[in-house]
């Protein structure tokens, strides 16, 4: 768990760190796909927490959900029906689930109990 928090604040660094842009008229696909990928980020944690992580499920849900959403969003822009509010539902609605849960586990969690020598 440790290596996971240090990567994600390396990638948080690097991240503001570049002088990287994109062009605007990719900010829908790219916000989806940034929405599905911290659902991923945030079933792993719980996946962690409840001993059921498993590496290979991660990295293609990550990157899966990353795709489908950005592809869902660019169809329905295409169509001109809004298809990436079924994404924003979705993941959104997992996010919040997954986070719910992973607060009533570290809630929860058996805490060894302090004793004083006397």
């Known amino acids: 768990m440790g290596y996971a928090l240090i990567g994600i604040l390396i990638g948080g660094i690097i991240g503001f760190l570049l002088p990287y842009t994109y062009n605007t008229a990719y900010t829908l696909?790219?916000?989806v796909a940034i929405l599905a990928s911290l659902d991923s980020v945030f079933g792993g944690i719980r996946?962690?927490?409840?001993g059921k992580f498993n590496t290979k499920i991660f990295v293609t849900g990550f990157f899966g959900n990353a795709l489908l959403a950005a592809?869902?969003?660019y169809i329905g822009d295409r169509l001109g029906v809004p298809l990436y509010y079924?994404?924003?539902?979705?993941?959104?609605?997992?996010l919040f689930d997954n986070f719910a849960q992973i607060r009533r586990i570290w809630l929860t969690k058996e805490r060894p109990v302090k004793t004083t020598n006397k």
Request: aromatic content about 22%; glycine content about 10%; overall charge neutral.
């Open 29 to 31: 696909y790219i916000s």
């Open 86 to 94: 079924a994404a924003i539902f979705t993941f959104g609605g997992r």
């Open 71 to 73: 592809f869902l969003a």
């Open 47 to 50: 996946a962690n927490l409840e």
